[in-house]
């Protein structure tokens, strides 16, 4: 495997699985025994749940537009094989 193919997956699994970390410490407004209220009542937890869906989101958009641009993912590379 070349040294740019293991740069590319090393830092992103290094991503994903920081964010998969990262859900799973018990910080407040990730996971509370506690009634936290927010906006309108609702509990401070679901807000933290909410914003690192989005930002996992955006890393799996970003994620697709760099890998797309790879040769493994090119049609013509597909073609030669």
């Not at 989101?57 to 049609?75: G, H, T």
Request: aromatic share 26%; charged share 25%; glycine share 4%.
């Amino acid at each position: 495997m070349d040294e740019d193919r293991k740069r590319f997956e090393r830092k992103w699994f290094g991503i994903f699985i920081f964010l998969y970390l990262l859900i799973m410490i018990p910080f407040p407004f990730f996971y509370t025994k506690e009634y936290i209220p927010l906006v309108s009542g609702i509990p401070l937890f679901i807000f933290g749940w909410f914003v690192h869906t989005v930002i996992t989101f955006v890393f799996i958009y970003l994620f697709y537009q760099e890998s797309m641009k790879r040769p493994e993912f090119q049609d013509s590379a597909v073609e030669e094989e």
